[in-house]
């Protein structure tokens, strides 16, 4: 995986304006650009295109195999405008944008069309007791029979595969949640 082509999309690029939703300002040096876990995906995916997407207009920036766009990620017109543009679909999506639970569900809702068969899918930061953190089967509403399990401390991390289960085969191929307690190495 590490070496093939792939689209990998970042929705949350890591804006420095201050008082916005998930801005970086406070959290990160002055000195930081807006990216950087772009960044690392492109260097870790050595020939993958990495798209990243965000609301803020400081965010924006193209380098080495990186391109960025403006996308209200919970809006399904801003959504379907994008993908019209790019006239792709992904191997992988990580939501590491807006950390509120509603944000991140009509995100899912959204993207998740745009997923490639067998694809991955990732909610970063479910932050504890947020409707995904108490009630997990409410990702089930929305991916109806993919593979998906919960990870982290709290459950603070969904992973989806875009990969139909057979649901008379359930005893040979379940659906998991997983909750670890510990940090993963």
């Known amino acids: 995986m590490k070496n093939d082509n792939l689209n990998i999309l970042e929705i949350g690029i890591g804006t ?28 870790y995916f050595k020939n993958s295109n990495i798209i990243g997407v965000d609301i803020q207009p400081d965010t924006i920036f193209t380098d080495e195999r990186i391109k960025t ?15 019209k543009n790019l006239n792709i679909k992904f191997d992988i999506i ?33 932050y504890h007791g947020s409707i995904i953190n108490s009630n997990p089967n409410i990702i089930k509403s929305v991916v109806d029979n993919y593979e998906y399990f919960f990870a982290g401390l709290k459950n603070n991390q ?15 191929n379940p659906v998991v949640f997983v909750n670890k307690y510990r940090i993963m190495g």
């Not at 959290?27 to 260097?43: F, T, V």
């Not at 590491?96 to 998740?112: C, E, P, S, V």
């Open 16 to 43: 420095m304006v201050p008082n916005v939703p998930s801005s970086m300002k406070g959290y990160m040096s002055d000195n930081y650009k807006p990216g950087a876990s772009l960044r690392a995906w492109r260097d």
């Open 69 to 83: 766009y403006i996308c209200d990620s919970t809006d399904k017109n801003s959504v379907e405008n994008l993908i």
């Open 94 to 126: 990580i939501d590491d944008g807006y950390h509120h639970d509603i944000a991140q569900l009509n995100t899912l809702k959204n993207f998740l069309p745009h997923l490639k068969d067998g694809g991955l899918y990732i909610i970063e930061d479910i």
């Open 158 to 172: 969904c992973v989806i595969r875009k990969n139909k289960i057979n649901p008379f085969d359930l005893l040979n």
